[in-house]
């Protein structure tokens, strides 16, 4: 499903990833590990096409995104849910849905707002609220959803848990197993190991923009020595 | 250099304004009636202006100084196209329409050719290529239509006036007052209910973010841009019945619509259409009480010089009570902007040394140089001090102005001034400074409540002001015609001799302000400036500081307007306008805002070659426009960032 | 430890729009201790937390640091009285170095920011190094802040903030960020600091861990008003607690249970 082979990205003179390569299969959720800086979201935002890779190949899909503008990327199928969430506080919840809104695509769960507030309950009661006057948790439900209303295949979530309550983290693992259970396709990037081990299939752990460590969650679980190095826990 | 404009600025006099008809000592009820709608009626253009400027400045993050350009640009076609097409019904409405919608798609072309290869650049680049539509905008008009102002035809139907309490009121203002709202009701319409709109909003608020949702920002950008630009083109268009199209409308509507758009709050489409409307209506009625104190210095004198305050007091009111604006919330921060400055290092002794051989350099120029050189040569050394003042508070203040002239030109009036009333040269020359430090010090306490575009709309909206006083105010600084006569003391009278005092007082004032950068007082405004949270959090008082700052700044540039005013014998109120303001920002950023000496190279470079190609063509204004174009799409980072980058990239293939 | 109470707020409230953010919330904070304010997302303490630094008013109730009312003073002037700041999301000043940050906090505590002539940069050298070497980054000193790694930035804040010598620091999500160990170091070395010299420390945190291995004392907002407070076990243990807030603890280590 999604593809990279020796990425390679910058942020003006600040080299921050170096030949990444990596791989995620429909059905599927890969974590990335990695302390803050490590480069994961300058990988999640290479992959949508906000940072441009300087060198490498990017698929998706069976197609090549690398040199794609993001709304291209995003129209293909390929939705991205930010860190901090950035919903528009501006816009109601249902306004916000709107602008996520894309035709429904073939191989692809499809979504309504009538869908999405079976899986995101609490945000069935707010549909005209506007985004700023939702709580943390609530703006985290949203930002997913808001994503979903593009009919993705492949979603990449930049650090869902951070600065949530844990009973918010806990159901923010529920939707992304149903998610997984549609059929879709979860790249997310993580430092919270508790909640990697609720959710993901395999691990890739990168550190200084390499990728150091890759396997499923049952063998990083078993490397005390990896985890010790990397993730230092 | 003639930026001064041919004849009364009309943005400042209400146009069509029934002043002839109504002379009479006291305001009665009628009159007050009829300047009600009056002001309504001019009302409604501004608000067409302020609602395309702020749609566009939302979405894109581009304040379009070419705004007052398309407002022109709408008037002129309009008046073209209505005379072709005839006077008739279909003639005048189909003219005035299809003006509005040239513009828009020129707005459109504009964005798609041009500024779309800005769209990663700093933003002030942007503003700056939009500042060089507006030079070229002006010398096309110039070249179409001449200098020669243009006065339209009366509206078909509706030429009459009807009887309002036994007075006239033009018909077709009537009309103009039911326009407002409804275009007000239509882009109401269009912003909430449709899935563009909702677009638009989203794209308001985190453009990168709607663009990662699927949304294409191109096609986005083209289509508010084309809006914006037929809102302003039509706003000029209805105008052709009441004012004669001028050349200078561009730039007094600009600063008109920013003060609107400052008071209504920015992004607000409603807050835009209030503040219109109360300040259209104020300005009116002030008209109308101006009538009552008619003076022997001519009615146009007092009616302008109220119509001046009235606008000032509702802006500094509004941003006192509310700091952004009636209808505006505080700004977001938009997302990816942020630049994060470099760090600033003590000047490395190789830099000193370089900085101390070329200051010898200009000691002994007058040595091998002639007259012309020296001339010229001090001119560049008082711009070099003002683009070095403004880059002290837009560099390590953080504040953008664009109405810096302002005390430049105060300087160079109060230099001007109180060498007129006796002053000796050399005593003028030193309390000039401190009247342009004054004048920072007053508008600097409304600036410094701001910030962002906010704080630079209002700096360009004080200059403006302090311009139209000059400009009005005949009896005192001498009105368009300026001051002549002001010549330095008989010591200083030969050009080398002048030279050396401005070399003495321009580089002593660079060299003061390089290292205030480096003294506490710089830590402080650089530290409100990076994080303005953690400074209140270590006890710095944000506010305060860049108010001292932007004093100072105010002091230095008052410096480099004395120093000017008696270099070139004569001052006019140019010295003070929004293109000398232009040109200090054109200094500083073509000189690269990031590093200390940019603002002295840019400087240099413009001052040569505005001198330069001045001397060439008749239309040089659309050749220097055409200049800044090239040099913002070759430099993005500025010479010196450029030169510096350079620099780095030999460093890192080391 | 001899226990002075530095912080006394009683009955603190704030509403928004109708909607009660901070609802008569008391509490109590001694020199030397480790308060932690925990609660689910939206439950007030970011309100709560800006209520006591100054940058909104509160409605009613008072707030008392070391005897003087903080009612009404401006963030700036409850510096001075001895209160020191840290944010969530790290807050520097990125076109200076290391060093310069905490010089510029320097500056300001010794009524030196309107000299116009000195150089900065050769003033209270050793009093920045000194502090920078209390948080353990005193290596990094000429480094610029915009390429320091997080958890160093962290640690640049806490100088930052050690700088007027407070008695009370209030630090928002302290550990947001950070990977776990660099966590558990960043708050060790607080509550070694605040012991050390007196400091009284407030903070907010979603990271369980942290929370119950150095927080002497927990409070739980929800809705504004405090549901329960007291020690790390027994929040931990308190049923409300977990049903709105700690969930069925998958979330965090067992070993400080």
Known sequence: MLEVKGVNSAYGRAHILYDLSLSAKRGE??????????????????????????????????????????????????????????????????????????????????????????????????????????????????????????????????????????????????????????????????????????????????????????GTMAELAADGQVRATYLSV | ???????????????????????????????????????????????????????????????????????????????????????????????????????????????????????????????????????????????????????????????????????????????????????????????????????????????????????????????????????????????????????????????????????????????????????????????GIGIGNVSALGIDFSFSKLTLVVEFIVMAVV???????????????????????????????????????????????????????????????????????????????????????????????????????????????????????????????????LSGVYLAMLTLAFAQIAWSVVYQWDAFTGGSNGLVGIWPANWLASKTAFYYLALALCAGGVILLWRIVFSPFGYALRAGRDSPLRADAIGIDVRRQQWLGFALAGVLAGLAGAVHAFSKGSISPDTLSIPRSVDGLVMVLMGGIQTLTGAVAGAALFTWLQDSIARQTEFWRALLGGIILFLVLAFPQGIAGFIRERWDARKDAE | MTETIVLRVSNLSKSYGGVQAVNAVSFSLASGELLALIGPNGAGKTTCFNLLNGQIAADSGSTEFEGRSLIGLKPRQIWRLGVGRTFQITATFASMTVRENVQTALLNFHGRLNSLVSLAERLYVDEAIELLARVGIAEQAARPCAVLAYGDLKRVELAIALANRPRLLLMDEPTAGMAPRERAALMRLTAELARASAIAVLFTEHDMDVVFAHADRVIVLNRGCIIAEGKPAEVRANREVQQVYLGSGSLFGAEHA
């Open chain 1, 29 to 214: 959720v890969v974590v990335l590990l990695g302390r803050n800086g490590a480069g994961k979201s300058t990988t999640l935002k290479t992959l949508i096409g906000l940072v441009r890779p300087l060198a490498g190949e990017i698929s998706f899909d069976g197609r090549r995104i690398e040199r794609l503008e993001p709304y291209q990327i995003a129209r293909l199928g390929l939705g991205y849910v930010p860190e901090e969430r950035r919903i528009f506080t501006d816009l109601s919840v249902m306004e916000n849905l709107e602008v996520g809104r894309q035709a429904p695509r073939a191989g692809a769960p499809q979504w309504t707002p009538a869908k999405l507030f079976r899986l995101f309950p609490n945000l069935a009661g707010m549909r005209e609220r506007p985004g700023a006057r939702m709580s943390g948790g609530e703006q985290q439900m949203l930002t997913i959803a808001r994503t979903l209303m593009g009919n993705p295949s492949a979603i990449l979530l930049d650090e869902p848990s951070e600065g949530l309550a844990p009973v918010i983290v806990e159901q923010m693992a529920k939707t992304i197993l149903e998610l997984k259970q549609e059929g879709l396709c979860v790249l997310l990037s993580e430092q919270n190991l508790h909640f990697a081990n609720l959710v993901a299939d395999r691990a890739y752990i990168i550190e200084k923009g390499h990728i150091r460590y890759q």
């Open chain 2, 319 to 449: 941003l006192v009570i509310r700091p952004w604006g009636l209808l505006g919330r505080q700004q977001s921060i938009p997302r990816g902007a942020a630049s994060v400055e470099p760090p600033l290092y003590l000047p490395p002794p190789a830099l000193l040394k370089g900085l101390a051989a070329a200051l010898l350099m200009l000691a002994l120029l007058p040595l091998f140089s002639d007259r012309y050189t020296l001339v010229l040569l001090t001119d560049i050394l008082v711009f070099a001090l003002f683009a070095v003042s403004l880059h002290f508070i837009m560099g390590p203040a953080g504040m953008h102005s664009f109405g810096h002239a302002a005390y430049f030109g105060l300087g160079a009036y109060a230099a001007a001034l109180l060498f007129k009333h006796a002053v000796p040269m050399e005593a003028a020359l030193l309390l000039a400074p401190l009247v342009g430090g004054l004048g920072a010090l007053v508008f600097g306490w409304f600036c410094v409540r």
């Open chain 2, 1 to 287: 250099m003639q930026y001064a404009p041919s004849r009364l600025g009309r943005g400042n006099a209400l146009p069509g304004t029934p002043q002839q008809k109504s002379i009479e000592p006291h305001l009665s009820l009628s009159a007050f009636l009829v300047q009600l709608l009056n002001g309504l009626a001019s009302a409604s253009s501004l608000f067409l202006v302020a609602a395309g400027l702020s749609i566009i400045f939302g979405v894109t993050r581009i304040v379009n100084f070419a705004h007052g350009s398309l407002y022109m640009l709408g008037t002129y076609i309009a008046y073209s196209l209505v005379k072709v097409f005839g006077g008739g019904m279909l003639g005048f409405w189909g003219g005035v329409l299809c003006a509005g919608i040239a513009v828009g798609l020129f707005g459109a072309l504009v964005e798609r050719l041009l500024l779309r290869r800005l769209y990663h650049a700093p933003e002030l680049l942007q503003l700056l290529a939009t500042f060089a539509l507006v030079l070229i905008i002006r010398d096309f008009a110039l070249w179409t239509w001449g200098a020669e102002d243009l006065l339209g035809p009366r509206a078909p139907g509706l030429g009459g006036a009807i009887d309002i309490a036994g007075r006239q009121f033009p018909e077709y203002d009537l009309l103009l007052i039911a326009l407002g709202p409804l275009v007000l009701g239509l882009l109401w319409l269009l912003l909430t209910r449709t899935r563009w709109g909702t677009l638009v909003r989203a794209a308001t608020e985190d453009r990168e973010m709607a663009g990662a949702l699927g949304v294409n920002q191109a096609w986005l950008f083209t289509s508010v841009f084309a809006l914006g630009s037929f809102l302003a083109g039509l706003g000029g268009a209805i105008q052709i019945p009441r004012e004669p199209a001028v050349l200078t409308m561009d730039l007094t509507i600009l600063s008109d619509v920013f003060v609107v758009v400052v008071v209504g709050g920015m992004g607000s489409i409603p807050g835009a259409f209030l503040a219109a409307v109360i300040i259209g209506v104020l300005k009116a009625m002030c008209i």
